[in-house]
């Protein structure tokens, strides 16, 4: 395999990946709304406080008895450090700047459910499930002729989900529903961005996009109108992105590339101890090792990956100060997808959520929602090469950010 060959196959393959890396571990995005934002999401696949549960849990649309609507906006600011790096070169191994490739990114949702009659309900959902936005600095690795851009560049990667969803009343206790996700995905990559490895020209420059069938499960049991619990299963497909490759001797358009996405379970109880004061909390399962490598339909391995199934655990409360305002916070841990492979492409570990926010209700049938969340990381010790195990390099990576939620929900 020629030089410039063998960095444009790692070079795709922290494109790509490092396009889903920031807000959940792996590359979950959570910014279904403002209201479970300001909880921590615990609670979320049951709560059923406006249309945006339909996102966790299709069954819960049981518990609407008018139709009702929400539309939201999340602003994702994430920072991300990649630090202490350093690529060896044989008789050497040079210091590589450090690098914050962190930015705003902006994730709008829109939930509406109808309920049929006393048993049937359906709805419709618009949001994103992945997405970031990161970019290294110009000439990244500039002490070693910028060879490092091909581990960076820059990522800039939306997703929407569009759900369809119905919900079916079994009795006063059980509830269940199901819905089918059509998944669309698309990003733009630059790596290798000015490099000596192609003339001085980008070494991969890349503009896919391609959509994905999914679908979910789940069901709802209300013990009582105060005590109620929730279960729910997500199918999420394989991706199958085409478009753009360019930059380099290997050509790569003729094939789609295969992104398998994870499946999720969540389990999740609301408890309401008085006319003041809820509990709730969540358990989500993510199946992250089906995420074991990146090749393309013609059976071109781009990268092994071998991540690990990943677990989120929240916990929150809800205050309902008077007929005006109500007030919320929440705590969640998220686990680290990422096992023994590492990358600076990848900023993954283990995350703690601390989360706050209110509604305040404008009259009888409708409210606005506000959400913050402050999502701390850990250093992350990096060590990583090309395929062929040259050019080893070493680095530390941690990311943070911070997510602020708005949203106007309405009863009819």
Same mark, same amino acid.
């Given at each position: 395999?020629?030089?410039?060959?063998?960095?444009?196959?790692?070079?795709?393959?922290?494109?790509?990946?490092?396009?889903?890396?920031?807000?959940?571990?792996?590359?979950?995005?959570?910014?279904?709304?403002?209201?479970?934002?300001?909880?921590?999401?615990?609670?979320?696949?049951?709560?059923?406080?406006?249309?945006?549960?339909?996102?966790?849990?299709?069954?819960?649309?049981?518990?609407?008895?008018?139709?009702?609507?929400?539309?939201?906006?999340?602003? +994702?600011?994430?920072?991300?450090?990649?630090?202490?790096?350093?690529?060896?070169?044989?008789?050497?191994?040079? +210091?590589?700047?450090?690098?914050?490739?962190?930015?705003?990114?902006?994730?709008?949702?829109?939930?509406?459910?109808?309920?049929?009659?006393?048993?049937?309900?359906?709805?419709?959902?618009?949001?994103?499930?992945?997405?970031?936005?990161?970019?290294?600095?110009?000439?990244?690795?500039?002490?070693?002729?910028?060879?490092?851009?091909?581990?960076?560049?820059?990522?800039?990667?939306?997703?929407?989900?569009?759900?369809?969803?119905?919900?079916?009343?079994?009795?006063?206790?059980?509830?269940?529903?199901?819905?089918?996700?059509?998944?669309?995905?698309?990003?733009?990559?630059?790596?290798?961005?000015?490099?000596?490895?192609?003339?001085?020209?980008?070494?991969?420059?890349?503009?896919?996009?391609?959509?994905?069938?999914?679908?979910?499960?789940?069901?709802?049991?209300?013990?009582?109108?105060?005590?109620?619990?929730?279960?729910?299963?997500?199918?999420?497909?394989?991706?199958?992105?085409?478009?753009?490759?360019?930059?380099?001797?290997?050509?790569?358009?003729?094939?789609?590339?295969?992104?398998?996405?994870?499946?999720?379970?969540?389990?999740?109880?609301?408890?309401?101890?008085?006319?003041?004061?809820?509990?709730?909390?969540? +358990?989500?399962?993510?199946?992250?090792?089906?995420?074991?490598?990146?090749?393309?339909?013609?059976?071109?391995?781009?990268?092994?990956?071998?991540?690990?199934?990943?677990?989120?655990?929240?916990?929150?409360?809800?205050?309902?100060?008077?007929?005006?305002?109500?007030?919320?916070?929440?705590?969640?841990?998220?686990?680290?997808?990422?096992?023994?492979?590492?990358? +600076?492409?990848?900023?993954?570990?283990?995350?703690?959520?601390?989360?706050?926010?209110?509604?305040?209700?404008?009259?009888?049938?409708?409210?606005?929602?506000?959400?913050?969340?402050?999502?701390?990381?850990?250093?992350?010790?990096?060590?990583?090469?090309?395929?062929?195990?040259?050019?080893?390099?070493?680095?530390?990576?941690?990311?943070?950010?911070?997510?602020?939620?708005?949203?106007?929900?309405?009863?009819?």
């Amino acid at each position: 395999m020629s030089v410039n060959k063998r960095f444009l196959t790692v070079s795709i393959a922290a494109a790509l990946v490092s396009s889903f890396n920031v807000q959940a571990a792996g590359f979950q995005l959570n910014s279904q709304s403002a209201t479970g934002l300001g909880r921590a999401f615990s609670g979320d696949a049951v709560i059923a406080d406006n249309a945006s549960v339909v996102a966790k849990n299709a069954a819960a649309m049981a518990l609407f008895d008018r139709p009702a609507m929400s539309l939201g906006l999340t602003v +994702i600011d994430t920072d991300i450090k990649v630090k202490d790096t350093s690529i060896n070169l044989g008789p050497i191994s040079p +210091i590589v700047e450090d690098a914050s490739i962190g930015g705003v990114s902006y994730v709008p949702n829109l939930y509406y459910i109808h309920p049929i009659n006393e048993k049937i309900a359906v709805g419709a959902s618009l949001y994103s499930n992945f997405g970031t936005l990161t970019e290294f600095p110009e000439g990244y690795g500039s002490g070693v002729n910028g060879i490092a851009d091909v581990y960076g560049g820059t990522t800039d990667v939306k997703s929407m989900n569009l759900g369809l969803s119905a919900s079916y009343r079994i009795n006063n206790q059980f509830s269940l529903g199901a819905g089918l996700d059509v998944i669309y995905g698309s990003g733009k990559f630059k790596r290798g961005r000015n490099s000596p490895l192609a003339g001085g020209q980008d070494l991969v420059d890349i503009d896919t996009d391609g959509f994905g069938i999914g679908f979910n499960v789940g069901t709802v049991f209300e013990l009582n109108s105060n005590n109620r619990f929730g279960l729910t299963y997500r199918y999420s497909p394989t991706l199958e992105t085409d478009g753009d490759i360019s930059k380099s001797p290997a050509n790569l358009n003729d094939q789609k590339l295969k992104i398998p996405l994870p499946d999720m379970a969540e389990f999740s109880g609301f408890h309401k101890l008085n006319d003041k004061f809820a509990v709730h909390y969540s +358990i989500q399962w993510i199946g992250w090792s089906s995420f074991d490598k990146l090749e393309t339909t013609g059976g071109v391995l781009i990268k092994d990956y071998e991540w690990q199934d990943g677990w989120h655990y929240a916990i929150g409360g809800t205050y309902y100060l008077n007929n005006d305002w109500t007030l919320r916070a929440g705590y969640m841990h998220d686990t680290s997808a990422q096992d023994q492979m590492t990358s +600076i492409s990848v900023p993954d570990s283990d995350r703690n959520w601390i989360s706050g926010g209110f509604t305040y209700h404008l009259d009888s049938k409708s409210n606005i929602d506000f959400g913050l969340t402050y999502l701390m990381g850990k250093d992350v010790d990096v060590t990583e090469s090309q395929p062929d195990g040259s050019l080893p390099l070493t680095a530390t990576t941690r990311a943070n950010a911070w997510l602020y939620g708005i949203q106007y929900s309405r009863s009819f």
